[in-house]
């Protein structure tokens, strides 16, 4: 379909022509190959805010007014819709934490106190994790800017960056506590309450710390009737009983080790060696990062303290399990160079995004389970690798995912255009700049140059050394993107650039 560039003769044969069942859509989108951003003005006047990112409907875009000739500001493109207190007075906003849910009526931001250096440890709490005073998770109606529920989180530690330590599935929140080990289930009911449904960590069945507490004291009367002055241990102190989910761990760990061998001898032997040996190495691992497969499954990654205070957790030792919530149970575990979880990962990309059904924009985002370009550069990718291994653990370090990170945006679709993912992609990241515009190129006529984007008409020192980051927000539907020039990562924008059609 559409073997002509002119919009008018696309348009005409949009109407004569009926698109293959199922490639609707797909036909529609062709026709940003012609609706693409063509002019940019340079260093807007902004107000002193933190830009993150669109909704995935844009917002309200019903605006018609001509664009000023001389637009300079940043109000020329956008319309302030209300300004609503956040923070308290001793609590900061998480610039780079933000969640919506697909029906665009709820949206989730977050603050926190400054962390305390050298907390103390507490029950239930690991070392080497720091601490924060107070974290709070706000929920607002996004059509007037209401706040309708929070849920506060003391004296622990969440890692907000990137949303990294929350996964919003449909009506489901989970929130990875890294200092108390526990992954909380919210769901956000249509009355706008964030409701508790279940925390999994310690416990996680609801009824578990009721059993564990009636057979503690079950335990204590019986040892009343044959005390003999020795001091015995409670079975709920400290240390006694591993967590619940370390439990389901181990137990899977050894089921699976225990059915590798039939023969009785060679199965204690390969228990020795996979099981009892890194016994410890499975108790000291932690939940480091958590997302929704979908509402009964869960994917969390465990590790060392240490690899969730690095930022090359590729090359350190990390492991994934699939928990079913309901049942309780693990029903997979890999390591994080496992050649099966990277076909997985490979074939199924899109099942790790755990989109929801009724986002129209986030279920065509490209990705090399559904785009065949994606696919041959990740091969590409894959066999200039040095190493396999290095490049399966390279791959696997980005799970699991970070919620809402992608960018709908059709000039990211790489079966319309390609352009160098090293500068640019639809993963919402800070990248160091170029002193050469982006281009973005026809896949149907790879050598025509449909549109290019510059960070700024004279940007960089003249002498190379300047090193400076940009950062660009898409509009999921229309020709327009914001990109923010950072002089570090680290400080604010120090210039704001539009790029729209014109």
């Known amino acids: 379909m559409f073997k002509t560039n002119n919009v008018a003769s696309r348009i005409f044969e949009r109407q004569i022509r009926t698109p293959a069942p199922g490639t609707s859509v797909h036909s529609a989108r062709r026709f940003y190959e012609n609706l ?34 001389q637009a300079k500001r940043f109000e020329s493109f956008f319309t302030q819709l209300y300004v609503k207190p956040l923070a308290s007075c001793n609590e900061l906003i998480c610039k780079d934490f933000f969640l919506y849910m697909e029906s665009n009526q709820y949206g989730i931001f977050a603050t926190s106190t400054a962390q305390i250096q050298d907390a103390r440890g507490t029950d239930g709490a690991i070392l080497g994790v720091p601490s924060f005073e107070k974290i709070t998770i706000h929920l607002f109606r996004l059509e007037d800017g209401f706040k309708l529920d929070e849920k506060v989180f003391h004296n622990d530690c969440v890692n907000l960056t990137h949303n990294m330590g ?45 059993f564990l507490n009636s057979s503690s ?22 240390n006694s009983f591993l967590s619940g989910i370390k439990q389901r761990l181990l137990s899977f760990i050894f089921r699976e080790i225990w059915s590798e061998e039939t023969d009785q001898t060679q199965r204690v032997q390969c228990l020795k060696k996979k099981f009892y040996f890194h016994f410890q190495d499975y108790v000291d691992l932690v939940i480091l990062k958590v997302q929704f497969l979908d509402r009964h499954h869960l994917l969390i990654k465990f590790g060392s303290v240490d690899v969730g205070a690095s930022r090359n957790t590729d090359q350190l030792p990390a492991f994934f399990a699939v928990y079913n919530m309901e049942t309780t149970e693990i029903v997979a575990f890999y390591q994080n160079a496992a050649d099966e979880l990277y076909l997985l990962f490979e074939r199924f990309c899109d099942h790790f995004h755990a989109t929801s059904i009724n986002s129209m924009y ?70 160091q700049s170029t002193d050469h515009p982006i ?11 449909k549109f290019k984007i510059k960070t700024g008409p004279e940007f960089g020192g003249a002498d190379g050394r300047s090193k400076k980051y940009s950062h660009f927000l898409f509009h999921p539907a229309w020709p327009l993107a914001l990109s923010f020039i950072q002089p570090s990562l680290f400080l604010p924008p120090s210039a704001v650039n539009i790029h729209f059609r014109r």
Do not use: W
């Open 36 to 69: 693409v951003p063509s002019f940019t003005i340079y260093d807007v006047e902004c107000p002193d805010h933190s830009f993150f990112k669109f909704t995935d409907d844009g917002e309200d875009c019903d605006n018609n007014q001509e664009l000023p000739p």
């Open 166 to 210: 929350a996964f919003l599935y449909d009506d489901l929140l989970a929130v990875v506590s890294l200092r108390y080990q526990t992954i909380h289930i919210l769901q956000i009911r249509d009355s706008g309450n964030l409701v508790d449904v279940r925390a999994i960590g310690a416990y996680c069945r609801e009824d578990d710390e009721l």
């Open 217 to 238: 004291q079950l335990a204590g009367n019986r040892g009343d009737l044959v005390d003999n002055g020795t001091n015995h241990d409670q079975p709920n102190s400290n």
């Open 362 to 431: 986030m279920n065509f985002i490209s990705s090399h389970s559904n785009n065949i370009h994606a696919l041959e550069q990740l091969k590409s990718m894959k066999n200039k690798a040095t190493s396999v291994s290095q490049f399966v653990k390279k791959m696997l370090s980005s799970l699991p995912l970070n919620c809402q990170s992608m960018s709908p945006s059709p000039y990211f679709d790489q079966s319309l255009f390609r352009f160098d993912e090293k500068l640019i992609s639809a993963t919402d990241r800070p990248r």
């Open 439 to 449: 281009r973005f190129i026809s896949r149907r006529q790879p050598n025509i140059l």
